[in-house]
């Protein structure tokens, strides 16, 4: 296991380099340098540099207490926990994927016998690049209709192709069906009301016209409009009756009326239902942003952040609450009084206070976990005090202490690895609490901002918009999801290493 580890940081360490130097976008790797280049090759560096360090001082494999190989062994035979871990881990592998699977730029562009990878490169290609005329970035959504129609290639897009955050859709419609004389909504039962349109078959961006229906019947203004765009007609029905028209002489009436035109279509604006055709498979929010891509993008912030979180929380938290409970004395005092001035300070208060000094557009993922982070660590001190308290005191302790172990060595050997229980079972409800404040912190507006995908802005969002119910319950089930998968995982952990079972071999 120790060699597999070390082996996964030395490659995900030695991509993120590659990709750096090599101007690719790969998917994962490039996150370490998402936050700037000069944090992106620190993260690199002791990414490989501790890989290699793993592979040369690490045994190749751990070996496990029986005892603890009992709990895992417990752990894998409770059903629910032991599926829900799966999925979650799923979730992470999905989530890796990063622009393979969630983005606007095209997975591979095959353009008059050259083949192109927009995804996983950093520069971004020109619209003059693939015969667009234009020295614009391009729109790949727009380039694969193009080379569509003129057969001079093919784009393959990622399975969602919109971006979590600033792409949105510059407009979508849906075409009216004729059933029983009437005009329905594809999928609807009641008859459509509202404004629709005709365009010209051979230019289906000019309109041809413009008119009401009522209970799918033609009821209020008609206009009929030239390919010029002036008004060729001017009619009024009732009921489905025409009642006057009038011809400004725009347009011959004959060639107005024998123009090949489309079908009756209806202009789709945000927020737009769940619309498989233009890949939207939950919909827009309200600014024409992808429901789906924001959940991902969400999970994918919510991921960074969770490890982040762990490493430093945990990190200072076991380091201090072992050294708080071994030590005692003067130590134990000072590190008491400093975690009770902590615990008085208001979280809220001082999320506010920052936001309101940094700014909302101005915030970032590390500086919100640096808050988060420095309010979290202490509630983990209490359990890791007390438990050092209660193994210093053991046999095995005293003889290591006589053989002359250091204090590193008795935490690191002896001590930690007997606290395992309650950190294992600690984990998975400190990654509920870390998305829960992640996602509320947002809600509430003090959080990340529109840059990042974030959870508690489409909760916002939905709520703010309770017409476009498959905002919220899409985000609600989404999120809900998540925190059950991590719930099951803690409540299978807590009871497969229940200090009362398995504490003597059988």
């Not at 070996?63 to 881990?89: A, D, H």
């Not at 829960?436 to 529109?450: D, H, Q, V």
Request: net charge positive.
């Amino acid at each position: 296991m120790n060699r597999k580890l070390s082996i996964t940081a030395i490659a995900f360490g030695a991509l993120a380099m590659i990709g750096e130097l090599g101007g690719l976008d790969l998917p994962s790797a490039s996150w370490f340098f998402s936050m700037g280049t000069a944090p992106g090759w620190v993260m690199a560096l002791l990414l490989l540099g501790g890989g290699i360090a793993g592979v040369i001082l690490l045994p190749a494999d751990v070996r496990w207490n029986p005892v603890t190989l009992k709990r895992f062994q417990r752990f894998r035979s409770i059903g629910r926990g032991w599926w829900s871990f799966r999925i979650l881990m799923l979730l992470v592998v999905l989530a890796l994927l990063d622009q393979a699977l969630v983005g606007r730029r095209a997975l591979l562009v095959r353009y008059e016998g050259q083949t192109y990878f927009p995804a996983f490169v950093k520069k971004p290609f020109l619209g003059k690049k693939f015969g667009l005329g234009n020295d614009e970035q391009v729109n790949y959504r727009e380039l694969k209709e193009t080379l569509a129609k003129n057969g001079k290639g093919f784009v393959l897009m990622p399975l969602v192709p919109w971006d979590p955050v600033l792409d949105t859709d510059s407009g979508q419609s849906i075409t009216l069906e004729h059933r029983g004389g009437l005009y329905f909504a594809p999928g609807e039962k009641e008859p459509y009301s509202g404004r629709a349109r005709r365009y010209y078959a051979d230019a289906p961006t000019l309109k041809h016209t413009d008119l009401r229906l009522r209970q799918g019947k033609l009821d209020g203004e008609w206009l009929g409009y030239s390919k010029s765009g002036g008004l060729a007609l001017s009619a009024f029905y009732k009921g489905g009756v025409k009642e006057r028209e009038k011809w400004t002489g725009e347009m011959p009436q004959t060639d107005h009326e024998k123009a090949a035109t489309t079908d009756l279509q209806v202009a789709l604006y945000p927020s737009i239902p769940p619309l498989w055709k233009a890949g939207h498979y939950l919909g827009t929010d309200s600014r024409g942003w992808d429901v789906l891509a924001q959940i991902f993008g969400g999970w994918q912030v919510n991921l960074k952040a969770i490890l982040l979180f762990l490493i430093i929380t945990y990190g200072v938290g076991v380091l201090l609450g072992a050294l708080m409970g071994f030590l005692c004395g003067v130590f134990d005092l000072v590190f008491q009084r400093i975690i009770e001035i902590i615990e008085e300070l208001p979280f809220l208060y001082i999320v506010m206070i920052l936001v309101s000094i940094i700014g909302v557009a101005n915030m970032n993922l590390p500086i919100l976990l640096g808050v988060i982070c420095f309010f979290s660590w202490t509630s983990l001190t209490y359990s890791m005090r007390a438990l050092a308290y209660k193994e210093k005191e053991r046999d095995y302790v005293s003889a290591a202490r006589l053989q002359g172990a250091s204090t590193w060595r008795l935490l690191t050997r002896y001590l930690l690895p007997n606290m395992l229980a309650t950190l294992v079972t600690n984990v998975p409800f400190s990654v509920a609490g870390i998305i829960s404040a992640l996602t509320g912190l947002s809600f509430l507006g003090f959080g990340l901002p529109e840059t990042y995908a974030s959870w508690g802005w489409l909760l916002d969002d939905g709520t703010n918009h309770l017409s476009a119910l498959w905002i919220s319950v899409s985000m609600f089930v989404a999120m809900v999801t998540v925190l059950l998968l991590v719930t099951f995982v803690g409540e299978a952990l807590r009871e497969a290493f229940d200090p009362k079972k398995f504490s003597t071999y059988q």
